[in-house]
């Protein structure tokens, strides 16, 4: 049964970092693209970044870009999210998700594109 679990949220300053972690079990990561994905209240689940079944490629939303980075250890099993220059407007629960391969040289940001999913970690950036 494929699963992943999120860990590595909690409380942080504006300025501050986090790294999120992904454990998977059940499934051969390598068959698989990665996403981390976020919800805020109120508002929609959005793609945050994702990276391909072998890490060559990574994708990321414009918001994040410069001050998150993804990163997989297919051998561990696990991929991380590592978040710097956190913004109160990154407060959201987080995601990680599992999609199908599509390219060891291309991975897709999109919520569709991912079928099984974590329980999520809270993120809250508040002074």
């Known amino acids: 049964q494929l699963q992943l679990v999120e860990s590595g949220g909690g409380l942080v300053q504006p300025g501050g970092s986090l790294r999120l972690s992904c454990a998977t079990s059940?499934?051969?990561?390598?068959?698989?693209?990665i996403g981390w994905f976020r919800q805020a209240p109120g508002k929609e689940r959005e793609g945050v970044s994702c990276?391909?079944?072998?890490?060559?490629?990574?994708n990321y939303a414009d918001s994040v870009k410069g001050r998150f980075t993804i990163s997989r250890d297919n051998a561990k099993n696990m991929v991380y999210l590592q978040m710097n220059s956190l913004k109160p407007e990154d407060t959201a629960v987080y995601y990680c998700a599992a999609g199908p391969y599509v390219s060891a040289w291309y991975c897709d940001i999109r919520t569709n594109k991912y079928n099984d999913w974590g329980q999520g970690t809270q993120v809250t950036v508040s002074s």
């Open positions: 990276i391909s079944s072998g890490g060559a490629s990574t």
């Open positions: 059940g499934f051969t990561l390598d068959y698989y693209q």
